[in-house]
C-alpha cells in the first residue's frame, strides 16, 4: 500500500495550489480518504475527507469555502485544490485513507481512525 502526495510548493497569500494524492495497493472502495496537516510545534489536523461510497464530503472549520477535496476512483488519485491561501495554511499536507474514519454517518477526521499514510508535501504561504 502506498499514497504519495505531490503538488505542493511556495505561494503567497491568496494564491491557490492542488495537491495530488496517488494510491496504490488498494482501491478507495470501502474506505475514507482525506487531507490532513501538520504544522511545526502543532498536531496533526484533519482537513478535509470524502468518502467514495457517496462523495460526502468533511472539511475542518478552518478550511471551508477555500479548500475542496475530489476523488477520481478509476484513477486512485484524489486531490485538495486549495484557494484563498494563508499563512497559517502553512504545513506539512499528507493524504492518508482509512476504514474506520467514519461511524454513525459522521466522519472521524483523527489521524488514529487512519491505516495508510503518505510521506507528506510541504506547502508554504508567503504573507
Known amino acids: 500500500v502506498q499514497l504519495v502526495e505531490s503538488g505542493g510548493g511556495l505561494v503567497q497569500a491568496g494564491g491557490s495550489l492542488r495537491l495530488s494524492c496517488a494510491a496504490s495497493?488498494?482501491?478507495?472502495?470501502?474506505?475514507?480518504i482525506g487531507w490532513f496537516r501538520q504544522a511545526p510545534g502543532k498536531e496533526r489536523e484533519g482537513v478535509s475527507c470524502?468518502?467514495?461510497?457517496?462523495?460526502?464530503?468533511y472539511y475542518g472549520d478552518s478550511v471551508k469555502g477555500r479548500f475542496t477535496i475530489s476523488s477520481d476512483n478509476a484513477k486512485n488519485m484524489m486531490y485538495l485544490q486549495m484557494n484563498s491561501l494563508k499563512p497559517e495554511d502553512t504545513a506539512v499536507y499528507y493524504c492518508?485513507?482509512?476504514?474506520?474514519?467514519?461511524?454513525?454517518?459522521?466522519?472521524?477526521?483523527?489521524?488514529?481512525?487512519?491505516?495508510?499514510w503518505g510521506q507528506g508535501t510541504q506547502v508554504t504561504v508567503s504573507s
Open positions: 492518508a485513507a482509512g476504514r474506520r474514519a467514519s461511524y454513525g454517518g459522521n466522519y472521524l477526521p483523527f489521524p488514529w481512525a487512519f491505516d495508510y
Open positions: 495497493g488498494f482501491t478507495f472502495d470501502d474506505y475514507v
Open positions: 470524502i468518502s467514495s461510497r457517496d462523495d460526502s464530503t
